[in-house]
T-cell receptor
Framework: RKEVEQDPGPFNVPEGATVAFNCTYSNSASQSFFWYRQDCRKEPKLLMSVYSSGNEDGRFTAQLNRASQYISLLIRDSKLSDSATYLCAVNRVQGAQKLVFGQGTRLTINP | NAGVTQTPKFRVLKTGQSMTLLCAQDMNHEYMYWYRQDPGMGLRLIHYSVGEGTTAKGEVPDGYNVSRLKKQNFLLGLESAAPSQTSVYFC??????????FGSGTRLTVV
């Protein structure tokens, strides 16, 4: 099993729709979780951290489910500008602290 | 405040040639990382550093060397480039608990 797994998509949704992605992780001891956004031919940019209590930033909501070992990202009222690849990242517990990234989920918002 | 700066942005090498990729950060981070990103493979860690004068191997270190002589700089070297090293290279800095900041990337083609 991979340390961090995402459905690569692509997800094609109409503008205004709600879309959600999940990201599963293998190590139950992981403590740090993040969602990154990556535009085509650009670097990943931190979108939001994922806290145990969940967190919300405008139209974006991130949640952590420790029992099932996954994090989720919900985008409400999607905009054309939300089209991007969304990467999840989870800390590797063994050895020096490092983030392990999922392959990314490609999202296209259609007009 | 530039964040993380990578040079060069693009490079074409012939098989067997050598080159050095430079990463500079102005955020006073101790930790710095080099990743490569390939289609379908996600971000894979090549080498990382937990402080000035230290380096360590990541998941895919073969064919690469690194140096961290100054806290703000992390260099990635390819001694004898191979076509398999054609990729997009990202440098990042930061701490696991806070997420990483990425540079804009270097697109390397080895012919």
């Amino acid at each position: 099993r991979k340390e961090v797994e995402q459905d690569p998509g692509p997800f094609n949704v109409p503008e205004g729709a709600t879309v959600a992605f999940n990201c599963t992780y293998s190590n139950s001891a992981s403590q740090s979780f993040f969602w990154y956004r990556q535009d085509c031919r650009k670097e990943p940019k931190l979108l939001m951290s994922v806290y145990s209590s969940g967190n919300e930033d405008g139209r974006f909501t991130a949640q952590l489910n420790r029992a099932s070992q996954y994090i989720s990202l919900l985008i409400r009222d999607s905009k054309l500008s939300d089209s991007a690849t969304y990467l999840c990242a989870v800390n590797r517990v063994q050895g020096a602290q490092k983030l392990v990234f999922g392959q990314g989920t490609r999202l296209t918002i259609n007009p | 405040n530039a964040g993380v700066t990578q040079t060069p942005k693009f490079r074409v090498l012939k098989t067997g040639q050598s080159m050095t990729l430079l990463c500079a950060q102005d955020m006073n981070h101790e930790y710095m990382y080099w990743y490569r990103q390939d289609p379908g493979m996600g971000l894979r860690l090549i080498h990382y550093s937990v402080g000035e004068g230290t380096t360590a191997k990541g998941e895919v270190p073969d064919g690469y060397n690194v140096s961290r002589l100054k806290k703000q700089n992390f260099l990635l070297g390819l001694e004898s480039a191979a076509p398999s090293q054609t990729s997009v290279y990202f440098c990042a800095s930061g701490i696991t608990q806070g997420g990483y900041t990425f540079g804009s990337g270097t697109r390397l083609t080895v012919v």
